[in-house]
């Protein structure tokens, strides 16, 4: 949310000294590295249950983009295609429904998406000087936008019909079930920011340039809690990944 990452540390728990799997946990962790410019500056490693925490740092030149933004009148947005991690975690969990017919490359774009997700580095970077607020998706698009709606102090309006689905998604046999992953399904990583009107040319330039699907999802009105189709959410609608 417009910060470039420079550092991270790692704590690494495994049951047993592996070196095989360590090697190639290195590699790729070592290549995640080069891409972003990463250094990998300190942390520990200790025997027990596997986990794996990162903490990750970096720096902005212009100030990052906080939840506590929005204004009245914003447009709402996203960047990508939401609910692709929620479904192949159904996939990878055998709860899809059996009569989903996916090509290999359909089945692979969705597991790229939950194994692989990309930060939206660039994309924050440019929104410094163009959106009011952001956050990224990860616990779900309604959740996510009702915590921008808490922090800015205004309401968000979300037309259903807006949200950006892939292909793939869209040949699920399930209507309700595609709508349940795209707006509480989370793990997307996309972006979710506010932008005045006057902006939209800007986005829509940005959009070309980055190579990144952005879509204009719904407003920002005077008010609190999230409307979805004209409607107040209901708790279900807005419940996502709850932490605790």
């Not at 592996?18 to 300190?42: H, K, M, P």
């Not at 979300?158 to 079930?177: M, T």
């Not at 190579?211 to 004209?230: A, C």
């Amino acid at each position: 949310m417009g910060v470039r990452p420079k550092w991270l540390t790692l704590s690494l728990c495994v049951p047993a000294y592996n070196e095989v799997w360590l090697a190639e946990f290195s590699r790729e962790l070592e290549q995640l590295c080069t891409q972003y410019s990463l250094a990998l500056v300190g942390g520990d490693t200790v025997r027990g249950n596997l986990c794996i925490g990162f903490t990750v740092m970096g720096t902005s030149d212009n100030g990052c983009m906080l939840r506590s933004g929005a204004q009245a009148k914003d447009d709402i947005w996203v960047s990508g295609y939401l609910g692709n991690a929620a479904a192949a975690l159904a996939l990878l969990q055998n709860t899809a429904h059996t009569d989903w017919s996916l090509t290999p490359s359909e089945r692979q774009v969705l597991l790229e998406a939950f194994y692989k997700p990309k930060p939206q580095i660039e994309l924050g970077l440019s929104l410094q000087k163009i959106a009011t607020s952001a956050i990224d998706i990860s616990d779900g698009l309604l959740a996510d936008a009702g915590h921008v709606a808490k922090r800015s102090g205004v309401g968000l309006a979300v037309n259903s019909s807006d949200i950006p689905v892939a292909q793939s998604l869209l040949s699920y046999p399930e209507k309700k079930r595609i709508s349940d992953w795209t707006m509480r399904g989370g793990d997307d990583y996309e972006l979710l920011f506010t932008a005045p009107e006057h902006q939209r040319k800007n986005i829509h330039q940005l959009s070309k340039q980055l190579g990144i699907n952005l879509s204009r999802i719904g407003y920002v009105f005077n008010g609190e809690g999230i409307l979805l189709d004209g409607a107040v959410a209901s708790e279900q609608q807005l419940a996502g990944y709850s932490h605790f």
